[in-house]
Each structure stands twice: as C-alpha cells, then as structure tokens.
C-alpha cells in the first residue's frame, strides 16, 4: 500500500506563492508519474500539473507559466512551487501517484491540502 502526505497548502494574498510537497511511502513499487489536481466547490477536480518518471511535465493552461512541477525521485517526493497566485486557485489540492507494483498498474490520492487565495 502507498501513501501520500501532502503538505504546504494554506492562505495567500492574491499575487503571493505557495510550495506544495508530497511524498509517497509504502511497498515496494516503481512510480511511472505524479502530479497534482485540484477540486474547487461545485467544480469537479482537474488537473494541474503532472510529471513522469522520465521528468516530462504536463500544465493546465490555466497554471502555465505561474506553477512549476519538479520532483525528486530519491525522496519519491512531488513539488508544485505556485507563483502569481489568483482567487481562481483557490481549491482543494490532490497529490496524486501511478505507479506499478508486481507488474500491476495503481494510482493512490492524497488526502489533499486547502489552498485559498484572497484578493
């Protein structure tokens, strides 16, 4: 079993940064990519940013440009450095995890972390 711990969400001002962090634990498995979606009241979740485990990265068009994705595989760790926040973003932010385990495909969620722009 994998498990996610998010950590880095909280309240900015319009225009200010947040870093998001999560990083996997668990069984032994192999991590074909990891990323971040969120999910905004009445909206349903969407995808942020993604990033495999060759460092291919994957932007909503929304964030390009602000949110930067990067990893570091030694800690099985994801980051999103968000810059230029909107009230826009504001939302419930998912860390999520596909990977491979015993030649079988998974994906695992985090528990996810508020992120509230004001403006």
């Known amino acids: 079993q994998v498990q996610l711990v998010e950590s880095g969400g909280g309240l900015v001002q319009a225009g200010g940064s947040l870093r998001l962090s999560c990083a996997a634990s668990g069984s032994i498995f192999s991590i074909n990519a990891m990323g971040w979606y969120r999910q905004a009241p009445g909206k349903q979740r969407e995808l942020v940013a993604a990033i495999t485990n060759g460092g291919s990265t994957n932007y909503a068009d929304s964030v390009k440009g602000r949110f930067t994705i990067s990893r570091d595989n030694a800690k099985n760790t994801v980051y999103l450095q968000m810059n230029s926040l909107k009230p826009e973003d504001t939302a419930v932010y998912y860390c999520?995890?596909?990977?491979?385990?015993?030649?079988?495909?998974?994906?695992?969620w985090g528990q996810g972390t508020q992120v509230t722009v004001n403006s």
């Open positions: 999520n995890l596909r990977g491979t385990v015993v030649k079988v495909d998974f994906t695992s």
